[in-house]
């Protein structure tokens, strides 16, 4: 599992004209689901994401994180982040998982976070959406998860 995570001031989703999801302060998580990925992967990238210290405390360091700051978490699926380019020009997306296998941990990931206290509001699987966000720093990581554990 690979999430591309930016710090936010605010973000939303919208899907046909409509906001379907929004967010204040917080994260939001892009989040690639690989065709060997398993729910232990879902819950140590929620570990990781809700531990992260990567909100200012009073000095202006990185040193809370998004449950210290009671920030909220915006998640979208995006398959596109395990893209192959390494040859030609078009990408090859061989090593994302099939959609029946990738929603229910997109979906897990986020029930993992809800339970560790993070008010969580998702995009809409598999449809066209606009991710608009407000990067706050700019603050962005990619954390990647395998067989349970960050790599």
Known sequence: MRVVLQRVSEARVTVADEIVASIGVGLCLLVGV?????????????????????????????????????????????????????????????????????????????DCLRQRGVSTSTGVFGAKMAVQ???????????EVRQGSVV
Do not use: I, W
């Open 133 to 143: 966000l407000t990067n706050d720093g700019p603050v962005t990581l990619v954390v």
């Open 34 to 110: 690989s065709h060997d990925d398993e729910p232990a992967d879902a819950e140590a990238m929620a570990v990781k994401v809700c531990g992260l210290r990567v909100f200012p405390d009073d000095q202006g360091r990185m040193n809370r994180s998004v449950t210290d700051v009671g920030g909220e978490a915006l998640v979208v699926s995006q398959f596109t982040l395990l893209g192959e380019v390494k040859r030609g020009r078009r990408p090859s997306f061989m090593a994302a998982a099939h959609s029946d296998r990738a929603e229910p941990l997109v979906d897990y990931l986020s």
